[in-house]
């Protein structure tokens, strides 16, 4: 089954602690993408990458890392997490066609709901 | 900066009513336009895509339609079912006010709640 896979569901973990999000996705998809979801300020890009060892800035990409060693995953790093790193996480994926990804629709992870206390 | 706004934030309907929601974005130089469903605690799942140089797409009973000229998407949804009851998202790519980058920016959604 196509999909994108996102772990942990969920993480509860403390300010400053390390932390790893993993994505990874079966398609072969050259573009991934990390957005965050916050009531009230909608979904926002942080990073995304449009093919191994190329990534990005989005909107908010403060606080967060990411590497694309491999086509499938794209993790997100918090090196040292802060409360205000509290949403919804999800990763995104879509093929490259020719030179351009603009035509192609994303496919969603199921998120993962970080609280740093 | 590219923003997308999307009226009404929530709407309630009975079932069977045929609907409109409403997406406008305010840089009109976009690649395509999305229209997203999100039920709780669920990811997102891709409805229609209508490109830049098309005017609507239609997948069952929903029907999506871009005026690029005026900023403006609707979506479309006939004969609405209790099923139907979830988030719906519009998210632009693209933009000269984006330098033409592959940023996403999404609408904040408008929730439906179809009623029995």
Known sequence: EAQVTQNPRYLITVTGKKLTVTCSQNMNHEYMSWYRQDPGLGLRQIYYSMNVEVTDKGDVPEGYKVSRKEKRNFPLILESPSPNQTSLYFCASSPLRGLSSYNSPLHFGNGTRLTVT | ?116
């Open chain 2, 1 to 116: 900066k590219q923003e997308v706004t999307q009226i009404p934030a929530a709407l309630s309907v009975p079932e069977g009513e045929n609907l409109v929601l409403n997406c406008s974005f305010t840089d009109s130089a976009i690649y395509n336009l999305q229209w997203f469903r999100q039920d709780p605690g669920k990811g997102l799942t891709s409805l229609l895509l209508i490109q830049s140089s098309q005017r609507e797409q239609t997948s069952g009973r929903l029907n999506a339609s871009l005026d690029k000229s005026s900023g403006r998407s609707t979506l479309y949804i006939a004969a609405s079912q209790p099923g139907d009851s979830a988030t719906y998202l519009c998210a632009v790519r693209g933009g000269l006010t984006q330098g033409g980058s592959e940023k996403l920016v999404f609408g904040k959604g408008t929730k439906l709640t179809v009623n029995p």
